[in-house]
């Protein structure tokens, strides 16, 4: 099966995809178990339920299994990321090795079959549900209860006949006795309350009247599977997406279909969560959904099969149930004989079983932190050989088990796994739970990491962006100054030719005074030759000086064509403005309009036209 079906199927947060509910009805069975079968009261079904179904129960370890994902769990991985009480780490100098450790994400799922029932009667998904349908709910979990429990309708506003999500969680929390709740009889009732929704095409016919047991059971089993491994503080209840992944690879493995990574590598999937980590950070897997993707990727056949009941068997007696290792055994105790035994560790519980099949208990070693397991060195008779010891103080011992087993790598089995759940007996917290914990705070530091390195990528994008600016910005400027450099190039060249318009014209005026200068010397001589007493010749002399003072009628002209020609060059460097160059950075504001400079450019040809013209003098 590819990963490019599971992607498929888990476009979760486009679109709520999942199984329509069907339209059969599984109500609680009148039913008891007794020696293993069930007896129907009545004789026959309920004709207005629809199905008639027997009532759902976990699997039990008659079966030779192992967990391989918790027997590579590093022990000191998991108390490293453990916290004792007051918040001090593990390994601090005030934290002595009995103090109770808690591990970071470690989250009890003992009540989430209660969330999954409540979902199970809101139909839209929006955390508020009639009190009517909550009823019969809270009667299941009347044996978890304390005596004087709050009743239900506390949790109500005035005026309203719902209740809403959060509501009904807090009165779940204050009224369930810690010390009565059973998470497989929570998980059990709530089953029975919620099953009708699940119970779905292709899991079961609708055509049939009864539903079989085999194919009611592998439901209930992935219900209890998926309540485990659902996600803290998210409604509705839902586990991680590469939660399901991983659980589906697991089944995939137990029906023995190959599983394809062809489609979408490793790689590929960091790259895309670390370009755009925001679309991708969480993805949830409802139940429903999970049953959609099941039944897409196994196979309606293949789930009718015995093959789909052993492999969910499989799962739940380890997901769910804690089981981590079933095999037989040779054991006994001190002053006994040794005796065949099937015996299965379950989370801090070794049990050991008259047979395989009878499962009729013969012995039950609870382990605790005064427990130790040793291998025993080999004799004739017993080559692979153990023994687990409880000691009272530290020469006394207070029991003592042995147990042979078939081989070397049975024995390394077993002793890995047993001393594996007496190092976490300190944290109260089983393989399977530290096992769960360890994938989220990987997940969750994993998903950090991916952040921080998103926001890095971000910060880099916006330096870059910004340095281009900066650097259009200071290549506009470059050009700018070019442009008023030709511009001043332009304005002193018109400056020189203004200089040599007045030295022109301070020419010409000096010129003029020379010669009136040689006529004024003139008329003074003859004016200092003509006696006074003619007064006709002074009269003469004096009007001849009056018209000689006038400036000449060239020397005008010529003054004219400079004055007009200084003016035009005048009012052409008045275009001959410095530009300024705006930047495009948004934090820099521009010049107002009304500056000493003029912003409006001159064009090159425009000021070459104007220098190019030549003077005219006559």
């Not at 780490?89 to 009890?108: A, E, F, I, K």
């Not at 992935?222 to 589906?248: K, N, Q, T, V, W």
Request: net charge neutral; charged share 30%.
């Amino acid at each position: 099966m590819s990963m490019q079906q599971l992607n498929k199927t888990m476009s979760l947060r486009l679109e709520r995809k999942s199984v329509s509910p069907s339209l059969l009805k599984s109500p609680s069975s009148n039913g008891s178990k007794k020696g293993g079968h069930h007896e129907k009261k009545g004789g026959h079904h309920d004709k207005k339920g629809g199905h008639a179904s027997l009532k759902s129960r976990l699997p039990i370890p008659n079966i030779d299994l192992e967990d391989g994902l918790v027997s590579q769990l590093s022990i000191s991985d998991v108390l490293h990321n453990c916290v004792a009480t007051g918040g001090l780490q593990w390994g601090g100098d005030h934290v002595t090795r009995r103090s109770p450790l808690y591990h970071r994400c470690y989250s009890d799922s003992s009540l989430t079959p209660i969330w999954m029932a409540y979902h199970s009667v809101d139909m839209k998904s929006c955390g508020d549900v009639s009190l009517s349908r909550l009823q019969h709910l809270t009667s299941l979990l009347n044996p978890f209860t304390i005596e004087e429990k709050r009743p239900l309708s506390d949790h109500i506003r005035r005026n309203t006949h719902t209740v809403k999500f959060l509501r009904f969680r807090s009165f779940v929390t204050d009224n369930l006795d810690k010390d009565l709740i059973n998470a497989e009889q929570i998980a059990t009732n709530c089953w029975e309350f919620c099953k009708s929704r699940f119970l779905v095409v292709p899991f079961v016919d609708e055509n049939e009247s009864i539903v079989p047991e085999s194919r009611v059971e592998p439901v209930f089993w992935l219900f209890c599977i998926f309540c485990r491994l659902a996600e803290p503080g998210f409604y509705p209840p839902s586990i991680d997406y590469e939660e399901a992944e991983l659980l589906m690879r697991k089944m995939m493995a137990c029906l023995g279909v190959p599983w394809s990574n062809s489609d979408h590598g490793t790689e590929d999937t960091q790259s895309t969560l670390t370009e755009d980590y925001e679309s991708t950070k969480l993805l949830l897997v409802t139940f429903q959904q999970l049953l959609s993707i099941t039944a897409e990727m196994v196979g309606s056949d293949l789930i009718r099969s015995n093959a789909f009941y052993r492999a969910t068997k499989w799962l739940c007696l380890t997901e769910f149930c804690d089981v981590l290792k079933v095999n037989t055994m040779q054991m006994k105790k001190r002053g006994d004989h040794w005796r065949k035994r099937w015996c299965v560790l379950r989370g801090f519980t070794f049990t050991s079983y008259s047979s395989q099949h009878g499962l009729h208990v013969k012995d039950k070693i609870p382990l605790n932190e005064n427990m130790n397991i040793e291998s025993l060195p080999p004799t004739q008779d017993r080559k692979f050989h153990f023994r687990i010891v409880e000691k009272d103080g530290d020469f006394k011992i207070k029991r003592e088990e042995q147990f042979i087993v078939n081989s070397e790598r049975e024995l390394r089995e077993w002793i890995n796994i047993i001393n594996m759940s007496i190092k976490l007996y300190q944290t109260r917290m089983t393989a399977k739970y530290a096992e769960i914990a360890e994938r989220r705070f990987e997940r969750h530091r994993r998903r950090d990491s991916l952040k921080e390195v998103s926001e890095k990528r971000k910060d880099v994008h916006h330096v870059r962006s910004t340095l281009q600016r900066i650097r259009q910005d200071r290549q506009d400027l470059k050009e700018t100054v070019a442009e008023n450099y030709k511009k001043r190039e332009l304005q002193l060249e018109m400056l020189a030719r203004m200089d040599a318009v007045y030295d022109r014209l301070e020419e010409i005026h000096k010129k003029d005074r020379d010669v009136q200068k040689l006529e004024n010397d003139k008329i003074m001589e003859r004016f200092a030759a003509t006696p006074a007493e003619n007064v006709t010749a002074v009269c003469n002399l004096l009007a001849t000086h009056d018209h000689g003072v006038k400036l000449s009628r060239d020397v005008i002209e010529q003054r004219a064509i400079l004055e007009s020609e200084l003016e035009r060059l005048r009012n052409s460097q008045s275009y001959i403005k410095p530009s300024i160059c705006a930047p495009t950075h948004p934090h820099v504001q521009h010049r107002d309009a009304d500056s000493c400079y003029d912003t409006r450019t001159t064009s090159s040809s425009e000021i070459s036209s104007d220098l190019n013209e030549p003077l005219t003098f006559r």
